[in-house]
């Protein structure tokens, strides 16, 4: 160990400081940019979604901390004194943010960190490749996504600020700059041109993970012996590959419809407004799923190695994620019960929402089969893995509720939506908690400390329910989403109270993160060394020094075995990594998984 | 059998469907017992994993000397609850089914007593009637900013009709939303079964002045209805008088007096700037 990482060290040092941060092809280091990346832009859509809440909460009154500003200010041309005067969200402003939260912490966070980062992190690693197939082509994607990224945040600050047409930029409010009421027409523009760009960074990445887990898997490492996660990952990488044209195809429509004259979505030329739905959606359901499914592997690895038992029904977990994957397909209608879209098609797509339910059932229960007869090890990633389990049941049956088409007439475009997705995409993060504690001793050689950690999960999962589970009630009630002051409806006072609350449980679901920075950024520079395989796990990155070298591997992984052999009788610990060699063992390199 | 099962759940104080707006459609109930089913099926399912979660957290947590069970799965167990959701499912695609073609299937409307046009814009509604001859797009056609008027009991037909970007015509007590598509009629239908008034707000984002587009819709009985349709077009005198007398009129004058909630309340969300102002006119 100690040798190991005085030769990486080593490698530092001869490579340069900006080629080795900065342009370097190591997997590993791209992966960590891509991390960091996502979790900056977390704290932007984080504090994006505290001022829809704010407003929400306490509708036009100033933001807090506003009173710090003069009157010379906010008669001031500056920026925020144009968007937020007097420190009070505008109506237009709030669109914005809205908008902005969702798109960020969609295609800025949870992609980047589960997708770039854990993705290329993990995938060579854990099938004993020394790095991606295309390394090049690698550090390309990231340095695709970075203009992405800087375009995206630019938007705020062009004259009529960042787009407001929610994440899904419906047309013709979006295809149309006049009708968004605002001077300026570069919001929407600049946030096409950015997911455009960071839908290559995607491709780039998606082609390089398919063939890196194709061709480059150690010898012995069977596709069926490979960890979840990486499965997920792969599945993801090729509902990136065929989604994602989708979008970008739409996105240069809708620019071309802005800036160009053509009528794709804009009836007034003979467009149809329903096509840009049908193709949002049509990449916009397998999207949510290229979210999801890394959560749900990782979470499927975290659970085995803590619950220190095989996971329950492997070959069933792969299998569903396959069927989620084709099944996905096929709903995207699911978003459009209410669109105008003929109805007998509604049928249709219900039939297929509640057929693509049951992988997420057949999974959720695989969780609770490997938690039963097990050893558990209440460590900090365990708990956030925990945590995804239960608030992924929750979002997956309320998913229930909408998937009937006419429970949809009612609760579609309210807060139970918001609930819903919340309980789905939101709870990823906690997969990416979990994900992060648990890799953090390989990705930085020192470990996180388990106190703080925990205590991270404890607020989180309380204040995040706190947050969250009444939008179901606001749902029930009727209250719409994306409205900017509740007050102005009559049917909806009663429910202001609760919007309070819902705002007070927010701002302490952002607080309860500082236990997190301070847990990352300590741990980073003064954590405990960790050794090469701290959790006692099976699976190929713990057979490499933390933090691993470039090439990762000391000698070159041989695989014996799946990924989830513990508590075994053939040894006595009861892990047994998938590259030891029993002489017992019936099987060599070819044998059972 | 619903019935006792929404007692318990009261009973129980879990019954988060108390908090829908009172029913006041003949499928509002429907869809609420649509609802009501699924809320119970998903709540047992949740208490399920819940429980089962829990045991298995208090019961297995590591201990010294004991070792976890060595089990790659087990394929009956699996089967089950493949198989039992799938049926689950499936019944709840059945059961929602019947309902959905009912509301929303144009070959299962029933015949409307009453046609309103509602055409939609940034940021209001505008419920345009065909008068006494039935007939849209002629002299004696009214219209309403911001006011639909119906008969309790009778079904209403509307036509949605759309002219900027998409609009949702959403009456909660309804259990009716519907999405409006520029340059588009879409069909809808409701039958109210409760007189009063009721809040129609925009449930689809629409611009700035999305928030506070709303309208009312005014449920009378038989007898105001007839009274309120006597006041709009009164009897024409005698023969064949001329069509067009006061078609020119804007109908603005002839809406009941102080009730334009809509300009109100877009002027007043705005605090500093004047641009939506601009917008709604
Ligand atoms: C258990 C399976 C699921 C079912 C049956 C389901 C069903 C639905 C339905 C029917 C809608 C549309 C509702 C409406 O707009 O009226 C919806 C919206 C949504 N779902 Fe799911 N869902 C499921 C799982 C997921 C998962 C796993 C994710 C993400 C990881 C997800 C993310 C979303 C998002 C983001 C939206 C809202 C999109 C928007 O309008 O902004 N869902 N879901
Ligand atoms: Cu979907
Ligand atoms: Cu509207």
Request: proline residues 6%.
């Amino acid at each position: 160990m100690s040798e190991s990482s005085v030769a990486t060290h080593a490698g530092h040092h001869r490579e340069g400081f900006v080629k080795h941060y900065f342009f370097s092809l190591d997997h590993k280091m791209i992966g960590r940019q891509f991390l960091f990346t996502g979790l900056f832009m977390l704290v932007i859509g984080g504090l994006l979604a505290m001022m829809v809440r704010w407003q929400l909460g306490y509708p036009e009154e100033p933001l807090p901390f506003m009173g710090g500003f003069s009157e010379d200010f906010w008669d001031g041309e500056s920026w925020w004194a144009q968007t937020a005067p007097f420190g009070i969200v505008t109506s237009e402003f709030y669109n914005t943010l809205f908008t902005m939260h969702a798109t960020i912490m969609i295609f800025f966070v949870v992609m980047p960190i589960m997708v770039g980062g854990f993705g290329n992190f993990l995938i060579p690693i854990c099938i004993g490749a020394k790095d991606m197939a295309f390394p090049v082509l690698n550090m390309l994607s990231y340095w695709t996504f970075v203009p992405g990224v800087l375009l995206m945040l630019l938007s705020f600050f062009v004259p009529g600020g960042a787009a407001g047409g929610g994440w899904t930029n419906y047309a013709p409010l979006a295809a149309v700059p006049d009708y968004a009421g605002v001077e300026g027409h570069w919001g929407v523009t600049l946030w096409c041109i950015s997911l455009f760009i960071i839908g290559f960074s995607s491709l780039m990445g998606s082609i390089n993970y398919i063939t890196t887990i194709i061709n480059m898997r150690a010898p012995g490492m069977t596709l069926f012996r490979m960890p979840l996660t990486v499965w997920s990952l792969f599945i993801v990488a090729i509902l990136l590959l065929l989604a994602l044209p989708v979008l970008t195809s739409a996105l240069a429509m809708m620019v071309f419809d802005r800036m160009f004259g053509t009528h794709f979505f804009i009836p007034d030329g003979g467009g149809e407004p329903l096509l840009w739905q049908h193709l949002f959606w049509f990449f916009g359901h397998p999207e949510v799923y290229i979210l999801v499914l890394p959560a749900m592997g990782v979470t499927s690895d975290v659970l085995a190695v803590f619950a220190r038992k095989p996971i329950f029904g492997y070959r069933a977990m792969v299998y569903s994620m396959c069927a989620i994957a084709l099944l996905s397909w096929v709903v995207w209608g699911h978003h459009m019960f209410q669109s105008g879209m003929d109805p007998v098609l509604g049928t249709a797509f219900t039939l297929t929402t509640m057929l693509i339910a049951v992988p997420s059932a057949i999974k959720t229960f695989n969780w609770l089969g490997t938690l039963w007869g097990s050893s558990i090890r209440f460590t900090t990633p365990m708990w956030f893995a925990l945590g995804f389990v239960s608030l992924f049941t929750i979002g997956g049956l309320s998913g229930i509720f909408m998937a009937s088409t006419p429970v949809d007439i009612f609760i579609h475009d309210t807060y139970y939506i918001v609930a819903h997705i919340h309980y789905v995409v939101a709870g990823i993060i906690f997969g990416i908690f979990a994900g992060l504690y648990f890799w953090f001793p390989k990705m930085f050689g020192r470990m996180m400390s388990e106190t703080l950690g925990k205590l991270h999960f404890l607020f989180t999962f309380v204040f995040f329910n706190l947050t969250f589970f009444p939008m179901h009630f606001l749902g029930v009630g009727g209250h719409m989403r994306r409205i900017y002051n509740p007050t102005q409806y009559e049917f909806l006072q009663p429910w202001q109270e609760m919007n309070t609350f819902i705002t007070m449980m927010a701002l302490c679901l952002g607080a309860s993160q500082i236990f997190f920075v301070i847990n990352f950024i300590g741990s980073l520079f003064w954590g405990r060394r960790a050794e090469d395989n701290p959790w006692e796990a099976n699976t190929l990155e713990w057979d490499a020094p933390s933090p691993p070298p470039h090439g990762n591997f000391l000698e070159d992984p041989v695989v014996y075995r799946g990924a989830y052999e513990y508590s075994s009788p053939e040894v006595e610990e009861d892990w047994l990594p998938q590259s030891v060699y029993l002489e017992t063992a019936v099987a060599g390199p070819e044998g059972h998984d | 059998m619903l019935e006792q099962l929404i007692d318990l759940m009261n009973r129980l104080n879990v019954n988060m469907l108390n908090w829908l707006p009172e029913a006041a459609s003949t499928y509002a109930q429907a869809i609420d017992e649509v609802f009501y089913i699924i809320y119970i099926i998903t709540g047992l399912a949740f208490l399920l994993v819940t429980v089962l979660m829990f045991w298995f957290l208090l019961q297995f947590k590591a201990r010294p000397g004991r070792r976890a069970r060595y089990s790659h799965g087990n394929v009956a167990l699996e089967l089950i609850w493949t198989i039992v959701p799938t049926l689950v499912f499936l019944g709840i695609f059945f059961y929602s089914q019947s309902t959905w073609s009912i509301i929303k299937y144009p070959s299962e409307f029933p015949e409307s007593d009453v046609q309103v046009r509602v055409v939609a814009k940034q940021f209001a509604w505008e419920f345009h009637y065909p008068g006494p001859d039935g007939e849209f797009d002629t002299d004696d056609d009214k219209m309403f900013d911001g006011d639909l008027y119906v008969p309790v009991n009778k079904v209403v037909g509307l036509m949605l009709r759309g002219s900027d970007v998409i609009h949702s015509f959403f009456v909660p007590e309804f259990r009716l939303k519907q999405d409006i598509l520029p340059r588009r009629d879409i069909p809808a239908w409701f039958n109210a079964t409760k007189t009063g008034r009721f809040e129609a707000p925009c449930a689809e984002l629409c611009g700035p002045g999305h928030s506070g587009m709303k309208g009312w819709v005014n449920v009378y009985d038989d007898a105001e209805y007839q009274a309120w349709v006597a006041e709009q077009w009164p009897p024409a005198p005698v023969e064949e008088a001329p069509v067009d007398t006061g078609a020119g009129k804007t109908d603005q004058e002839d809406m009941p007096q102080g009730d334009v909630p809509l300009q109100d309340d877009v002027d007043q969300m705005d605090p500093g700037d004047s641009g939506q102002a601009d917008i709604v006119e």
